[in-house]
């Protein structure tokens, strides 16, 4: 099947009073039909510019310098900004991360979607209502009259998130962008509001591009997993293989520093920081902090290159391993 | 319920602020110069004549009670009387707060109408020719004192090009001002379809509007800039974008209407100035509102207006100050509705 | 994006250096003035801008160059006391009230709150017009409607820090209370006070040649620039230009160049404050 998004070689700079920082460098990744993919990093891997970038929504000082971004077959690099609104809350939507904030303050939460319907599905004001009210049953909000006459100030954390959710799905977009959809939300909500994701997503079909820093997010409920390290991809692959078997060393110190229940053992975080993106060393940013370093990675990027099927990995180490592994 | 805790709160708080404000009032009007009582009895009176008026006018008795006589007078009315035009001075009020009326009202216009739009674009366009230049003038308006930019603008509009007329006042000597209404020249020409007067008294209206306007659009284009700026960068505002909304619409609906609400708060800060700068513009125009006849009346050592101009003013403030507050808690539903 | 921030220094470099011109040609007014300032010239009225003359000739023939200097000394001198007077009274308002609260802070902010009720200029022409035309009034009367926003200031800082670890450390160690607030949190508040200052200083400046422009305060025959410009005023609509332009030109320059100095003292001094540029 073909894939519905092809993300090559994006690469994205921000223009900044300190200079120039190389946020997002070289990514690729797919995504199919129908399927969970988690991106997952520490904050300033570059994954919230990933997503933005991929709804052109980078404005100066940022740019996007390089790549492709093929959604359906079309490159959305390529096209004007018109033709890109034409996709924006349509084909593809966006759930943002602090759901208070990403509301409006003044106005009605219920107008903030209805307005959506009349927009892209040229709705009467009637019919905006009507489908909203819709729309928020669907995300398991009570009260739907009542609630969409209120205002962000007076939902709790959770059911912003809902309305976010809703306001996305309204259209009945192919690929959601969800960044952080569970932070700063309580634990118990949080799952709830993955079990509606991941709930939503199947009955319309929708893909979904988890963006989180929350491991235990990623094997809740994605199907496949990104992982990024200072705004670079080092590892993609099936969920189960990557927890299972984690190959890149940024990957396997994160699966480790999972603290677990049933195992004894001291917490192990990761040591160093991530590289300042503003002169990024020029072989693999994850050089100073890896236990596993060679003389070529100080001085080569690393390719993201097959290391089993539907398993990449961007190491230098792992190539090497591989290689031996062959014969 | 929130809401009207809010309200009830500003109306507590003005209660202090006005007693304080009654007593500094008071208190300057104690040391002004002049004998009220000498101004009444006339400069021919005799010594017993005027110490008979000074008995009835209560200003033999102790301070307390004088405060409390000069308090109470204010509410009834009773302003004192003005040796100049030899009238009570809450006639001459009535008949000279039209102009300045008129004159603040024509600035704020000014102001809101020049200095918001500069401001939203200057913030959209950051960084842009426009954008320098609006903030060029910013910086430079608050430092141009605003009876230079009066008397500069009647250089060059009165002098040198001949377009505005002579600082006369309100209305052009040979037009009858229009019936009064509202005692606001253009709007009373406009309720009576006094197309002369109407076009005379814009005319005058003018260059006055503009110098007061300019002085007091500089805060304000800052602030809301500086407000716009926030809110652009802010997550509803990409939100909003990445739905698909249009981005002029994000731009000129969503992020100006939060845009506007702090700047409610300035309001008050704005009516303050224009209030104080109407006391100067009236000068330099010979316009004949309410700061023109508290200058006057100083200078001829008159110290009856004087006394009742600033209570006046500084209740009007506070008043105007509590209807901001009010608005914006109205404006902002996170107010209203807590 | 860079250069930005140089341009602005250089800007507040131009700035400063406006201040310390203006300054010293007050200080040196006597000896930089070509002419004696009080001197009328029958038969040089009315000159305008020339050699003789740089800056014009007024109705009575008065070099309008030495006028300018001369007033510059009034106008710096009148702006400098009042905000003295105004910082060092209104930072002890406002440590008292922060340092001691209960009524007396009630009592100080409620008496900062009715000043503030006034439009500053407006009080600042009753108090001028109750006190009498002089000089010390018009300082005084500056001064005192400046007050709040030290006492504001101060007061803010000390309820901030008086909880803070270090002056119960210091009390601890025996500190006693003036030496705390001299010591440990005056420093503090250095830096807000310093932009604070800096800025005043042009409001205080706009403010006594407003009252000078309506007769309040400083009288002929001493000059000051809203006094010149007065007098100017009337020659306006008669093509006169120079007698207006001066004056007012040296007053917006001299207020612009200590808000320039005061925004980036506020940029370097305290990020806290720093607005959007």
Known sequence: MTDLLEVRDLTVHFDTEDGLVEAVDGVTFTVSAGEILGVVGESGSGKSVTALALLRLIRPPGRIVQGAVRFEGTDLVGLSEDEMRAVRGTRIAMVFQSPRTALNPVLTVGRQISRLFELHQGASRAEGRARTIEMLKLVGISEPERRARQYAHQLSGGMCQRVMIAMALATSPRLLLADEPTTGLDVSIAAQILDLLRDLGRRTGASILLITHDLGVVAEVCDRVAVMHAGQIVEVGAVRAIFARPRHPYTQALVRSIPRIDREGTMEPIPGTVPSLLAPPPGCRYADRCPRVLDVCRRDRPALRASTPNHDVACHAVEVEDATARG | MGFGRYVLQRLLLVIPTLFGVTLIAFTLTYLLPGNPALVKAGALATPEHVAEIERRMGLDRPVPVQYWRYVTGFLRGDLGESSSTGRPVLEDFRQRIPATLELTLASLLVALGIGVPFGVLSAVHRDTVLDHVSRLLGVGGVAMPSFWTGLLLLYVFFYLLGVAPAPLGRIAADVPPPTRILGLYVVDALLTANGPALVSSLHHLMLPALTLGFAVMAPLTRMVRATMLEILESEYVTAAWAAGLPRRRVIYGDALRNALIPVITLLGVIVGFLMAGNVVVEMVFAWPGLGHYAVTSLMTKDPGPIQSFVLFVAVMYVFVNLVVDLLYGLADPRIRLR | ?277
């Open chain 3, 1 to 277: 994006m860079r250069w930005r921030r140089l341009t602005r220094n250089r800007l507040s470099f131009v700035a400063l250096c406006v201040i310390l011109a203006v300054t010293l040609a007050s200080l040196l007014a006597p000896w930089l003035a070509p002419y004696d300032p009080d001197n009328p010239d029958a038969e040089a009225t009315l000159v305008s801008v020339s050699l003789r003359h740089p800056l014009g000739t007024d109705g009575y023939g008065r070099d309008q160059l030495s006028r300018l200097i001369h007033a510059g000394r009034v106008d710096l001198l009148v702006a400098l006391s009042a905000t003295a007077i105004a910082l060092t009274l209104g930072s002890a308002l406002g440590a008292g009230a922060g340092y001691r609260g209960g009524w007396v802070d009630q009592l100080v902010m409620r008496g900062v709150d009715a000043v503030m009720a006034f439009p500053a200029f407006i009080l600042a022409m009753a108090i001028t017009a109750a006190l009498g035309n002089s000089i010390a009034n018009v300082v005084a009367a500056i001064a005192i409607t400046h007050v709040p926003i030290y006492t504001r200031l101060i007061r803010g800082e000390m309820l901030r820090v008086r909880e803070a670890e270090y002056a119960d450390a210091a009390r601890t160690v025996g500190n006693r209370p003036h030496q705390i607030v001299l010591y440990h949190l005056l420093p503090n508040c250095v830096p807000p006070l310093v932009v604070q200052a800096t800025l005043a200083m042009g409001f205080a400046i706009l403010t006594v040649a407003a009252l000078s422009f309506i007769g309040l305060g400083i009288q002929p025959p001493q000059s000051e620039w809203g006094q010149m410009t007065a007098e100017g005023a009337g020659y306006v609509v008669s093509g006169e230009w120079w007698l207006v332009l001066f004056p007012g030109f040296a007053i917006m320059l001299t207020v612009l160049a200590f808000n320039l100095v005061g925004d980036t003292l506020r940029d370097l001094l305290d990020p806290r404050m720093r607005g959007v540029r």
